[in-house]
């Protein structure tokens, strides 16, 4: 009876021992670059609003959100989710300018460990 607990226990430590690049953490968070627009750009009412940019992770993208707000009353005016299911990816969008608002435009990626990268810019309209 030892000496089948003894043989059970090593086999438990040993498993739990080996390396397996399955289970090893992702501690890396994707990388977004928003090519467009541009911090601080000001548009003309009517104007197209294009939200351009690319995502990449070292190993899986899981989903991305893209929110555009109304910074003068907080409502969200765009909520776009994506799931790309790639190492890399890119993203168009737009919105049309409205005169007198103030947008936030943020991009969030995710990948399958939870890492999550954001960035934003704001925007304005005439």
Not at 10 to 29: F, M, P, V, W, Y
Not at 60 to 85: K, W
Request: hydrophobic share 40%; with cysteine; proline share 3%.
């Amino acid at each position: 009876m030892k000496l089948a607990f003894l043989w059970i226990s090593t086999i438990l430590l040993l498993s739990g021992c080996s390396k397996n690049a399955a289970s090893e953490k992702d501690t890396i968070q994707p990388v977004i670059t928003l090519t467009s627009p541009v911090n601080g750009q000001t548009f003309t009412p009517g104007q197209s609003i294009q939200i351009n940019g690319a995502i990449t992770d070292d190993k899986f993208i899981a989903e991305i959100h893209i929110h555009v707000s109304n910074t003068n009353t907080g409502i969200l005016l765009m909520d776009v989710h994506l799931y790309p299911g790639s190492s890399s990816t890119t993203f168009n969008q737009s919105i049309t300018a409205i005169a007198g608002i103030n947008y936030k435009i943020q991009v969030i990626a995710k990948d399958r460990s939870v890492n999550e990268a954001r960035t934003s810019v704001e925007v304005s309209c005439n």
